[in-house]
């Protein structure tokens, strides 16, 4: 089984502070995506990472692929309240059907005006 | 991104019950899943939705307890059978591939 662990669990801070959400495992995956997921709703796809090492940036939010694609940053800019929710990580297995996902068990992100 | 809905988005079930969840896709689509989200946990993936074909479960679900059907490329449906308090939890259902995959909002489901 292939594990992700998400860290911290909860998170809260105030408006404007910058925060980093840690995904970490002990296996490679193909990929890694990002999701943000708010009460009453499904997980929304923000990133998808697939090369070892890569950076994407979506607005203030920063996604990093662990060079050898087992772990994954979060890193948010000057958060806003509008950035509260639910942030999952899921890993692609490697060498599986291009379908299968883990999950990791989210972080809790509360920004507080 | 394909837009997708569930139905019911919320219900309250007695135990030992049945209830049948509807996904439907506003667009074909190959691969629809479902997944399982209890309270404070993550999203499990029960199983892969085919298309004319019985669907693919995971370790831990079985067919007798959430029979699936796909009978087109834009619709699918989970029925959780014979209920119990353990069943309450969030189902989604998405749609897309390992890289890609889009979430309906959830079915809230409430066994008492």
């Known amino acids: 089984t292939q594990l992700l662990e998400q860290s911290p669990q909860f998170l809260s801070i105030q408006e404007g502070e910058n925060l980093t959400v840690y995904c970490n495992s002990s296996s490679v995956f193909s990929s890694l995506q990002w999701y943000r997921q708010e009460p009453g709703e499904g997980p929304v796809l923000l990133v998808t990472v697939v090369t070892g090492g890569e950076v994407k940036k979506l607005k203030r939010l920063t996604f990093q692929f662990g060079d050898a694609r087992k772990d994954s940053s979060l890193h948010i800019t000057a958060a806003q309240p509008g950035d509260t929710g639910l942030y999952l990580c899921a890993g692609e297995h490697s060498g599986a059907g291009s379908y299968q996902l883990t999950f990791g068990k989210g972080t809790k992100l509360s920004v507080i005006p | 991104s394909a837009v997708i809905s569930q139905k019911p988005s919320r219900d309250i079930c007695q135990r030992g019950t049945s209830l049948t969840i509807q996904c439907q896709v506003d667009s074909q689509v190959t691969m629809m899943f479902w997944y399982r989200q209890q309270p404070g946990q993550s999203l499990t993936l029960i199983a892969t939705?085919?298309?004319?074909?019985?669907?693919?479960?995971e370790s831990g679900f079985v067919i007798d307890k959430f029979p699936i059907s796909r009978p087109n490329l834009t619709f699918s449906t989970l029925t959780v059978s014979n209920m119990s308090p353990e069943d309450s939890s969030i189902y989604l259902c998405?749609?897309?591939?390992?890289?890609?995959?889009?979430f309906g909002d959830g079915t809230r489901l409430s066994i008492l």
């Open positions: 998405s749609v897309g591939t390992g890289r890609y995959q889009h």
């Open positions: 939705a085919n298309q004319g074909s019985e669907a693919t479960y």
